[in-house]
């Protein structure tokens, strides 16, 4: 039976998770503003960590195939990340590029490989390693990385509260049955605010920041779409048990994992 109304306004769940929300914003916060070695080392330990997930996602896998999920994604998303931090990033993109088909091949050979997760690996967990890291160096790039992840930050967390509080029709429940239109749009109304109040610090007019913020909710809110998707496939409820109210580390970063790529691509196609 569904929660009623007066349960999602006192679900505990929630305030595990804005907790353990605030200590990683804290600890990110603090890596994006002393750069150089310090972001590098956050940013490598996170992709550590989200390949073993992205690895123990994937189903009807041999070892040695779900042994291949991890690496790929860690070696070229590593080496990209820091061809990215050693400021020879031109290196970075064909080591994605072409890693990407590189490791769906060696997977082809493996008995109980899976080529299409891991060549997808390399991609969905390497580039926002290395573009994170490619935005912190733009002008402002501290300032930007940080509007990034408070605009994702405020999506999942205020998508969540409206989703647990307002309740309402799903949104997808083939893929999640939690989450609800009344969810998107209270992410996407959260956003648009954050991304405006905070336009300001990037010498943006407050309507731009806002617009970008929009566009960067929806985005991110696909991208916890599709994780849902990948832990539906493997029936499970969390892709890990890392973070108290968020699950894994796929879990709280699903969205910036596709949000950092479109700002980059944005900012790219904007100069």
Do not use: C, N
């Not at 123990?56 to 998303?77: E, H, I, M, N, Y």
């Not at 997760?117 to 390497?126: I, K, N, Q």
């Amino acid at each position: 039976m569904a929660p009623d109304r007066a349960e999602r306004r006192h679900d505990p769940t929630l305030s595990r998770r804005i907790a353990s929300g605030l200590v990683l914003a804290t600890l990110a916060a603090s890596a994006v503003l002393l750069g150089g070695p310090w972001l590098a080392l956050l940013v490598l330990l996170g992709l550590a960590l989200a390949a073993r997930e992205w690895a123990a996602l994937a189903t009807g896998v041999s070892s040695a195939g779900r042994a291949l999920l991890f690496l790929a994604p860690l070696l070229a998303g590593g080496s990209a990340a820091l061809a990215v931090a050693w400021g020879v990033e031109r290196l970075a993109w064909p080591i994605l590029i072409l890693g990407a088909p590189l490791a769906a091949a060696i997977a082809a050979l493996l008995p109980g490989g899976v080529p299409h997760l891991t060549g997808l690996g390399v991609l969905y967990l390497g580039a926002p390693t290395a573009l994170l890291l490619w935005l912190r160096q733009e002008p402002r790039g501290a300032a930007l990385v940080l509007w990034l992840i408070a605009v994702v930050a405020a999506t999942d967390t205020l998508a969540y509260a409206a989703g647990r509080t307002i309740g309402g029709a799903r949104l997808a429940p083939a893929i999640s049955p939690g989450k609800t239109w009344a969810g998107l749009w209270g992410g996407f109304a959260g956003a648009v605010l954050v991304g405006a109040l905070a336009a300001p610090a990037l010498d943006w007019p407050p309507a731009a920041g806002g617009l970008l913020a929009g566009v960067l909710a929806l985005v991110a809110q696909a991208g916890d779409l599709f994780e849902s998707w990948l832990k539906r496939r493997a029936g499970v409820k969390d892709s890990g048990t890392l973070l108290p109210g968020h699950g894994g580390i796929l879990d709280r970063i699903d969205g910036l994992l596709v949000a950092t790529p479109t700002l980059a691509l944005l900012l790219a196609l904007g100069r």
